[in-house]
């Protein structure tokens, strides 16, 4: 699979996100996924991956000249390929530190298993990504869709904590203490002042429209990928 592939297969994960919710492409700073993977599991493995909003590039036999040139974030195998050994030797030299994921079974699982490994991988880099928001640490920027999005200090410290628990309900309790520090006391209207106005710069701003900011009545909030059945109240 050469370069021109590789962009088609991009331009295709895209065309797969933007059907499956409305909303700009996914930016260039998405989670890369290389699917090693054949036939009917692998195929619906591939559109539910793409659903996580994730650039996802399908191989064959020749994922290790893909990997050279993809540079993926994960690599997911559903099962073992032929002759393991060699050519997993080969990819680890190709894209060290790279982890390899082998799955089976469910796609539902799988997903999961690899949104896991993705997550963690997040909270140890210097970018936090869910979905198509992309948090730089170090340079204290924050893209969704691949648009900037200017946060205020205290924002920022609130989207961090909510990127680093991913699809994590979070109290009001635990979030004051986090933000705030321990001082802050019990001003539970402090975290929804500044949730909604999170929400009005990740969820509305530029046309977004699809929300990533969740509330859950009488637990918290909780932020995960764009879901377009989903509802924030």
Request: proline share 6%.
């Amino acid at each position: 699979m050469g370069t021109e592939q590789i962009a088609t297969a991009r331009r295709e994960s895209v065309s797969a996100v933007e059907a499956a919710r409305p909303g700009p492409v996914v930016p260039a700073a998405a989670v890369r996924v290389l699917l090693v993977a054949g036939g009917g599991d692998g195929r619906a493995l591939g559109v539910a991956l793409r659903g996580e909003g994730w650039c996802v590039v399908s191989a064959g036999v020749e994922f290790v000249a893909v990997a050279r040139e993809f540079r993926p974030d994960v690599v997911v195998l559903p099962g073992i390929p032929a002759d393991p050994r060699g050519r997993l030797a080969q990819l680890e030299e190709v894209v060290p530190e790279v982890p390899v994921l082998f799955v089976s079974g469910d796609v539902a699982r799988a997903v999961a298993r690899v949104r896991a490994l993705v997550e963690s991988a997040g909270e140890r880099a210097p970018h936090l990504i869910v979905g198509d928001l992309v948090m730089d640490e170090e340079g204290r920027e924050v893209t969704r869709c691949g648009e900037p999005v200017r946060l205020t200090a205290t924002e920022f410290e609130l989207l961090r904590y909510l990127m680093r628990n991913p699809r994590r309900v979070l109290s009001k309790a635990q979030i004051l203490e986090r933000v705030w520090g321990a001082g802050a006391g019990a001003r539970g209207n402090l975290v929804e002042l500044y949730i909604s106005y999170l929400r009005r710069k990740i969820d509305v701003g530029a046309g977004r429209g699809v929300p990533m900011i969740h509330t859950r009545r009488g637990a918290g909030y909780v932020l995960k990928a764009a879901d377009p059945g989903a509802d924030a109240r």
